[in-house]
């Protein structure tokens, strides 16, 4: 191989690692295995709440609870170091996040409410979340969080529903949208977090970056049981940014151009 091939691959493979070096985060899940403990070992309920579980069920993550209001969060660590020495993505990463959820519940009492969803923290008070919630006023797609009003989309008979947050390390924006076929996305919401998320709280082992998880929450006084709420094939990737797609292709024309060279050379 003649040198500036070689510097050609070097520049190529350098770019690609810098990209991978901070994604540490990335993985999936799709539960066909059971809850993979060194990916989803931190979890704790909200809002002072005594019950509810988010388990491994028939491949996938079953919401359940008993009565009066219950909920659980599952914190996402793909480092598998084991709480609380989660590694966060970083500010100036892009992400994207995605989970199927199904809510098939009926029969609520007034004010009464089950979601299913994905949430972005950095500490207790920075948060955001989207989800798909069914209530006395029907079944919606919901996003809210930390300074951000909340908005609900209603989604007359569609209870599978696919949920993604996603950060814009470029215009530090986070953004919340739905989907009905997994492919056609619809924004809820755009927005900058009016508490900045570089404002951590390193007493609570959650700093420089942010932290993903899954959540069931109800207030329901009825319980509710296996297979009536769940969520699936969770995803979070690193995005990269419009900076190194430019930079890609340009060194794939640097490389087209060198082999073109090459080619007429030979002829």
Not at 173 to 182: E, H, V
Not at 198 to 204: E, G, K, V
Not at 230 to 235: E, V
């Given at each position: 191989m003649k040198k500036s091939a070689l510097l050609l691959t070097l520049a190529?493979?350098?770019?690609?690692?810098?990209?991978?070096?901070?994604?540490?985060?990335?993985?999936?899940?799709?539960?066909?295995?059971?809850?993979?403990?060194?990916?989803?070992?931190?979890?704790y309920r909200l809002y002072g709440a005594t019950q509810g579980d988010l388990s491994f069920t028939n491949n996938r993550l079953d919401f359940t609870k008993s009565s009066g209001q219950g909920?659980?969060?599952?914190?996402?660590?793909?480092?598998?170091?084991?709480?609380?020495?989660?590694?966060?993505?970083?500010?100036?990463?892009?992400?994207?996040?995605?989970?199927?959820?199904?809510?098939?519940?009926?029969?609520?009492?007034?004010?009464?409410?089950?979601?299913?969803?994905?949430?972005?923290?950095?500490?207790?008070?920075s948060y955001a979340a989207v989800m798909l919630s069914a209530g006395s006023d029907g079944l919606f797609a919901r996003t809210e969080g930390t300074g951000i009003s909340s908005v609900n989309t209603p989604l007359t008979g569609?209870?599978?529903?696919?949920?993604?947050?996603?950060?814009?390390?470029?215009?530090?924006?986070?953004?919340?949208?739905?989907?009905?076929?997994?492919?056609n996305y619809t924004t809820l919401a755009l927005f900058l977090p009016v508490t900045q998320w570089?404002?951590?709280?390193?007493?609570?082992a959650v700093s420089n970056g942010f932290n993903f998880g899954v959540f069931g929450n109800s207030n329901m006084a009825a319980a509710i049981s296996v297979g009536s709420v769940?969520?699936?094939?969770?995803?979070v990737s690193a995005v990269p940014e419009p900076s190194t797609y430019a930079a890609l292709a340009g060194l794939g024309a640097?490389?087209?151009?060198?082999?073109?060279?090459?080619?007429?050379?030979?002829?």
């Open positions: 190529l493979a350098g770019l690609l690692a810098k990209s991978a070096s901070a994604q540490v985060f990335v993985g999936s899940d799709d539960f066909n295995s059971g809850l993979v403990t060194a990916n989803w070992d931190y979890s909920n659980q969060f599952r914190l996402w660590n793909s480092d598998g170091t084991g709480a609380p020495n989660v590694t966060p993505a970083s500010y100036g990463t892009s992400w994207s996040m995605t989970l199927s959820t199904t809510n098939l519940l009926t029969g609520f009492g007034v004010g009464e409410y089950t979601t299913i969803g994905l949430q972005v923290f950095n500490d207790a008070s569609n209870t599978d529903v696919y949920l993604r947050l996603s950060w814009d390390a470029g215009a530090k924006t986070l953004g919340a949208a739905y989907s009905l076929d997994n492919g570089d404002n951590s709280n390193p007493s609570l769940y969520a699936d094939n969770f995803s640097l490389g087209l151009a060198y082999w073109r060279r090459r080619a007429a050379s030979r002829a």
